[in-house]
């Protein structure tokens, strides 16, 4: 039967998308940056400019992406949350149609190159791929924040098995009880509240958890091993509501020596990058408060 009701506006927001933002901290001899990429969100009272075309109500994009650099000079950009925070709050305390603010920051890392053993002062290599992430919401309810870590690269030679799995007639997998486990892991970890941490011990802190439960989880299966990161996360970390974990399986392929007479011991592999198998787990307190808007982009 054909639909005959109202065509209404459910829902609308728009932003200015991947500011690439360096600064540098040139206060001696010694300087520091900060890379990041932003990019903002606004919510509020927009309906009019969808419908009827009226931008009365609507900050240029172009007004958003020049508070993203203004930011980073003042107040600065010392911890991506904090940065974010005080951006998102510039937009719903100063811009009155906006009802709530989302800001987006990736962080990209650098390492100081060093000659003769002694730290440049001003040249840098880039580290990666992993980019920390950070994701804040402030409007008239409160303020939330989502930390991050995407890219991450991990592999295991050994240590991991995939075996008494469902199959069909479509099934051509045979199990395995040695296997090679990789992924490019995407972590996103909810703060209970918007203040009174160290991001940077909190962020150096779930990576390094991360990593020591990839390595030390004798895996049966991707989904094992997410569950088990994301419980360490948050049996340590106390401040965190919940983690939400996402870990496309990199498989490898033992290569097929024996054709040429060789034997291939589990040495060498042919890495497939696709298709691939796509793992998400999310894990989160029993007591914690609803997400609400706070994954809400």
């Known amino acids: 039967m054909p639909?005959?009701?109202?065509?209404?506006?459910?829902?609308?927001?728009?932003?200015?998308?991947?500011?690439?933002?360096?600064?540098?901290?040139?206060?001696?001899?010694?300087?520091?940056?900060?890379?990041?990429?932003?990019?903002?969100?606004?919510?509020?009272?927009?309906?009019?400019?969808?419908?009827?075309?009226?931008?009365?109500?609507?900050?240029?994009?172009d007004t958003q992406k020049h508070m993203a650099f203004v930011f980073a000079k003042r107040p600065g950009l010392d911890t991506i949350e904090d940065y974010a925070l005080g951006l998102a709050r510039h937009f719903v305390d100063t811009v009155e149609p906006v009802s709530s603010a989302r800001i987006d920051v990736e962080s990209y890392g650098w390492q100081r190159v060093s000659i003769d053993g002694v730290e440049h002062e001003h040249t840098w290599v880039r580290s990666g791929p992993e980019v920390r992430t950070a994701?804040?919401?402030?409007?008239?309810?409160?303020?939330?924040?989502?930390?991050?870590?995407?890219?991450?690269?991990?592999?295991?030679?050994?240590g991991s098995e995939f075996a008494g799995f469902l199959t069909d007639e479509y099934t051509t997998l045979a199990p395995t009880r040695d296997r090679v486990l990789a992924t490019a892991l995407v972590a996103q970890w909810r703060f209970a509240e918007h203040s009174g941490f160290e991001w940077d011990e909190v962020y150096a802190g779930v990576r390094a958890t991360l990593l020591e439960l990839f390595a030390q989880t004798y895996s049966?299966?991707?989904?094992?091993?997410?569950?088990?990161?994301?419980?360490?996360?948050?049996?340590?970390?106390?401040?965190?509501?919940?983690?939400?974990?996402?870990?496309?399986?990199?498989?490898?392929?033992?290569y097929d020596l024996a054709q040429f007479d060789i034997l291939n011991a589990d040495e060498v592999f042919w890495a497939a990058d696709r298709p691939y198998g796509s793992i998400h787990a999310t894990l989160a307190r029993a007591d914690a408060p609803g997400a609400g808007i706070a994954w809400q982009p």
Do not use: C
Request: hydrophobic letters at 40%; proline letters at 3%; a positive charge.
């Open 220 to 254: 049966k299966a991707m989904q094992q091993t997410l569950y088990a990161m994301g419980t360490a996360v948050l049996e340590r970390f106390p401040m965190l509501a919940e983690i939400r974990l996402e870990a496309p399986n990199k498989h490898h392929f033992g």
């Open 3 to 61: 639909l005959s009701g109202p065509i209404v506006l459910t829902d609308n927001r728009y932003g200015k998308a991947e500011n690439r933002v360096v600064r540098f901290v040139k206060e001696n001899a010694r300087h520091e940056i900060r890379d990041v990429n932003v990019s903002t969100t606004l919510r509020g009272d927009f309906a009019a400019a969808y419908t009827d075309g009226d931008q009365r109500h609507v900050l240029p994009t």
């Open 135 to 158: 994701a804040v919401t402030v409007s008239g309810d409160g303020a939330w924040v989502i930390g991050g870590i995407k890219d991450l690269v991990l592999l295991k030679s050994t």
